[in-house]
């Protein structure tokens, strides 16, 4: 019964350590997680901010377009 009681010593340390790189890696998920929402999150508001660009500079083009064509000729 000697061995018996030394393996499962063995045993209870290996399951410890086992336990222990489980632990590790569901808080490394669970960041990986936080981190890829927020970045998701930042991804969406950049998206935001270059449509919103995008469309000024459109509406700034047909500004410019149009003071262009209002210009007295030999201006343009």
Do not use: H
């Not at 336990?19 to 970045?39: H, M, P």
């Not at 919103?52 to 064509?69: C, D, H, S």
């Amino acid at each position: 019964m000697q061995g018996f009681s030394n393996y499962s010593g063995v045993m209870d340390v290996e399951l410890k350590a086992l336990e222990d790189k489980v632990s590790r890696l569901l808080g490394l998920c669970q960041r990986v997680r936080a981190e890829n929402l927020e970045l998701r999150q930042d991804l969406a508001q950049a998206q935001d901010e270059a449509r919103l660009l995008k469309e000024n500079m459109a509406q700034a083009g047909v500004r410019l377009e149009t003071l262009i064509e209002s210009l007295p000729e030999g201006m343009a």
